[in-house]
């Protein structure tokens, strides 16, 4: 049963246009959403995170944004750059579980 | 520089070898994860602690052990019971447990010959 959903494998966006990653999840206990960059043979970064009090959070070119109804978030990166150029993972966490449940991943191709 | 450090990154093992991979912090986090990366299935769970001496399983844990003596180590080990071994690992750690980010090392990719 995959709780944390990334129906999109992979997308690719011209340099200087607006990305936007997709994430859906089923579990309405989930309060606290994050979204990572992971390059091959390396550990995923963390990019920015929202809580699920909040329905927007921004962080330079990246801005997450959370339909608690829908149980969705998506994952805007405007403007997009070749460096952006990445595998993205959103994943979720609910207060007092400890755990964190990831997405399979979306991979971003940012084409010059 | 804090940092988590997995070891070694690159790991080989015949079939039926038990194999002991390293996670050590100098964050001073309280929880510790590990999970591993498969193509097309994104970070599974395989164990994770909120404290030193205790330990939960994930969504994955047949087949791994972990042990959690030190708040800075939480060693991973590949027992011969796991039926598809190879994969990326990766290791990671956050403050409190509860809400926040999570710190990941570099992974270490082991490979059954």
């Known amino acids: 049963d995959q709780q944390v959903k990334q129906n999109s494998p992979s997308l690719s966006v011209q340099e200087g246009r607006i990305s936007i990653l997709n994430c859906d999840y089923t579990?309405?206990?989930?309060?606290?959403f994050l979204w990572y960059k992971k390059y091959p043979a390396e550990g995923p970064t963390f990019l920015i995170s929202?809580?699920?009090?909040?329905d927007k959070n921004e962080d330079g070119r990246f801005t997450v944004f959370l339909n608690k109804s829908a149980k969705h978030l998506s994952l805007h990166i405007v403007p997009s750059q070749p460096g952006d150029s990445a595998v993205y993972f959103c994943?979720?966490?609910?207060?007092?579980?400890?755990?964190?449940?990831f997405g399979t991943g979306t991979r971003l191709k940012v084409l010059a | 520089d804090g940092g988590i450090t997995q070891s070694p990154k690159y790991l080989f093992r015949k079939e039926g070898q038990n194999v002991t991979l390293s996670c050590e912090q100098n964050?001073?986090?309280?929880?510790m994860y590990w999970y591993r990366q498969d193509p097309g299935q994104g970070l599974r769970l395989i164990y994770y602690?909120?404290?030193?001496?205790?330990?939960q399983k994930g969504d994955i844990a047949e087949g791994y052990s972990v042990s959690r003596e030190k708040k800075e180590s939480f060693p991973l080990t590949v027992t011969s019971a796991q039926k598809n071994p190879t994969a990326f690992y990766l290791c990671?750690?956050?403050?409190?447990?509860?809400?926040?980010?999570?710190?990941f090392g570099e992974g270490s990719r082991l490979t059954v010959l």
């Open positions: 994943a979720a966490s609910h207060s007092g579980t400890y755990k964190y449940i």
């Open positions: 579990n309405s206990m989930f309060d606290y």
């Open positions: 929202i809580s699920s009090i909040k």
């Open positions: 964050l001073n986090h309280d929880a």
């Open positions: 602690s909120q404290i030193v001496n205790d330990f």
């Open positions: 990671a750690s956050n403050l409190s447990g509860e809400n926040g980010e999570l710190f």
